[in-house]
């Protein structure tokens, strides 16, 4: 079975631009949620989705927003990028809304602001 | 708010030695406590859990036991290799707020060597 997967795998944006990122979760997992990483940090929680609602927020402006859709895919998207939004952003995946078995993390998508 | 705070990094080892990562933890409910790994340009493995006081999750012979007196789930292994270098991260998802969300330390850089 395929895991979390994220698309692209890196990304090089300019300032002020729009950036929106994709997550495939595990087959009839029906949670996403997005963290961003910033090299030599842990991640930090941007979103939860859950049966395609928002279902926790993080302490990210306004400029990032999120999505999920029918099929339980999301989308991360970014406005107007600031050169500190330059980081690795996760995709997690769970079969139910709570995290108390863990998530599934995908790869990554390196996003790199110039 | 919860937190993680974990032992600072670099750790370097000769291969065979013993490991011990310190994590500890503040949280207002009763978290469920994990360990994940990062290995070079990947994303995050979740490598072991423990979901309530006195547990111990093992894996890969890593092992972990959850302490809810000292707040602390430290990592261990009996003899490392060089294929344990990588990042790991200690993590918390806490009932109080549903599960959503994990909250990472800042993760401990492990090198093995030869």
């Known amino acids: 079975d395929a895991g979390v997967t994220q698309s692209p795998t890196h990304l090089i944006k300019t300032r002020g631009q729009h950036v929106t990122l994709r997550c495939s979760p595990i087959?009839?997992?029906?949670?996403v949620s997005w963290y961003q990483q910033v090299l030599g940090q842990g991640p930090q929680f941007i979103f939860q989705?859950?049966?395609?609602?928002?279902?926790g927020r993080g302490n990210f402006p306004d400029r990032f927003s999120a999505r999920q859709f029918p099929n339980y895919s999301s989308e991360l998207n970014v406005n107007a990028l600031l050169l500190g939004d330059s980081a690795l952003y996760l995709c997690?995946?769970?079969?139910?809304?709570?995290?108390?078995?863990?998530?599934?993390f995908g790869s990554g998508t390196r996003l790199t602001v110039v | 708010g919860n937190s993680v705070t974990q032992m600072e990094g670099p750790v370097t080892l000769s291969e065979e030695a013993f490991l011990t990562i310190n994590c500890t933890y503040t949280?207002?409910?009763?978290?469920?406590l994990f360990w994940y790994v990062q290995y070079p340009g990947e994303g995050l493995q979740l490598l072991l859990k423990?979901?309530?006081?006195?547990d111990k999750g093992s894996n890969k012979g890593f092992e972990a036991t959850y302490r809810k007196e000292t707040t602390s789930f430290h990592l261990e292994k009996g003899s490392v290799q060089v294929s344990d270098s990588a990042v790991y991260f200690c993590?918390?998802?806490?009932?109080?707020?549903?599960?959503?969300?994990?909250?990472f330390g800042t993760g401990t850089r492990l090198t093995i060597i030869p």
């Open positions: 997690a995946s769970s079969s139910h809304r709570g995290g108390r078995d863990g998530y599934t």
């Open positions: 087959s009839g997992h029906k949670s």
């Open positions: 989705y859950y049966e395609k609602e928002e279902r």
């Open positions: 949280a207002t409910g009763y978290p469920s």
């Open positions: 423990a979901t309530k006081a006195d």
């Open positions: 993590a918390l998802s806490d009932p109080l707020f549903g599960n959503e969300k994990l909250t």
